[in-house]
């Protein structure tokens, strides 16, 4: 089931991780998801695996609580972002993860087995990066302007070209905070099978989460990209460079300290900030509302998906 999950999240996160290339038109989509790729093989590898610690022991101690209940978190998680993708609208991979972990276990074996604290520095995660996003997003573009103030249209097109760095940075922060929830999601399921002896991600898990998630880019991202990309703003390529560079920039710090955030809330933060630092009335404010009203539906989706896949388990069981 962690394969499913991180399919469904390429789908999803992957085309928020495209949309600023889609939509500059400064790299193309083939090219940006070989980028993509690459920087989210090695964004555990090159930062460390502290996410997939935080998911794997932080939320509740499955290797007591046996592998039915973490099946059942999982199994919620992937109703939750479904549910979101097919609405076409990007939702937060941490939320849909975590609140269907504790919703599991609260049909289960009751709130009492959370890790509250593991949740809190999720939610704390959670709620300070969109925040840092938007700010950072804003500087960033003010800086890119003001370089742009000093230098020739020639100049100013090659220096776009960072572009291809800054998609390689966010993927980079992707690979070591989102798709490390999957790299968690194994290390917990391990832990389970092995009697909770040893905590360990092994390299290969790594490796089939950057592949699950790749195939599941290529195949779905387009649709989530088209939402972030032109439905957002319409973002040309000095916006893409600030965004791509605010948004890496925050979800890497946060996978350094192990908080789980989501990109997908942290980018469209980055790009609203660019935006608010253009011109605020070419926002896009309908789509706005909508993406941020969906945020806040997702954690009750989450809690009741969770708690669902328990008791369907419990039915078969």
Avoid at 52 to 58: D, E, L, N, P, V
Avoid at 221 to 235: E, H, Q
Avoid at 244 to 252: C, D, K, P, R, Y
Wanted: charged fraction near 5%; glycine fraction near 12%; include cysteine.
């Amino acid at each position: 089931m962690a394969i499913a999950y991180t399919l469904i999240s390429g789908a999803s996160d992957g085309g928020n991780l495209l949309a600023a290339a889609a939509a500059s038109r400064v790299i193309s989509p083939p090219v940006s998801m070989c980028i993509i790729a690459v920087g989210v093989l090695f964004g555990p590898i090159v930062l460390g695996t502290a996410v997939a610690t935080t998911i794997a022991t932080g939320i509740a101690d499955y290797p007591h609580l046996g592998a039915a209940l973490l099946g059942a978190g999982i199994a919620g998680g992937i109703i939750t972002r479904l549910v979101m993708y097919y609405a076409r609208v990007p939702t937060s991979g941490s939320v849909a993860l975590v609140g269907a972990m504790v919703g599991s276990l609260w049909a289960g074996p009751g709130l009492a087995a959370v890790h509250w604290h593991g949740v809190g520095k999720v939610a704390i995660a959670l709620v300070l990066s969109p925040a840092i996003g938007f700010l950072v997003g804003a500087l960033a573009y003010a800086i890119v302007l003001l370089i742009l103030s000093f230098v020739s249209r020639r100049t100013g097109d090659r220096i776009m070209r960072l572009q291809w760095l800054t998609i390689a940075l966010q993927s980079l922060g992707y690979g070591a905070n989102d798709a490390e929830k999957t790299v968690g999601l194994f290390a917990a399921a391990l832990l389970v099978s092995g009697g909770g002896i040893s905590f360990a991600t092994p390299l290969w898990t790594i490796g089939l989460t950057a592949l699950a998630f790749t195939l599941g880019m290529i195949f779905g991202g387009s649709r989530i990209a088209r939402t972030v990309g032109a439905k957002l703003y319409s973002i040309r390529p000095p916006h893409a460079l600030a965004f791509q560079l605010a948004a890496g920039m925050t979800v890497i710090g946060a996978a350094i300290f192990g908080g789980p955030v989501s990109s997908t809330q942290t980018a469209t933060s980055a790009i609203l900030g660019v935006g608010a630092s253009d011109n605020p009335r070419t926002l896009h404010w309908q789509t706005v509302f909508r993406i941020v009203g969906s945020w806040f539906l997702t954690a009750p989706t989450a809690l009741c998906a969770g708690a669902l896949a328990t008791f369907i388990l419990r039915v078969f069981h």
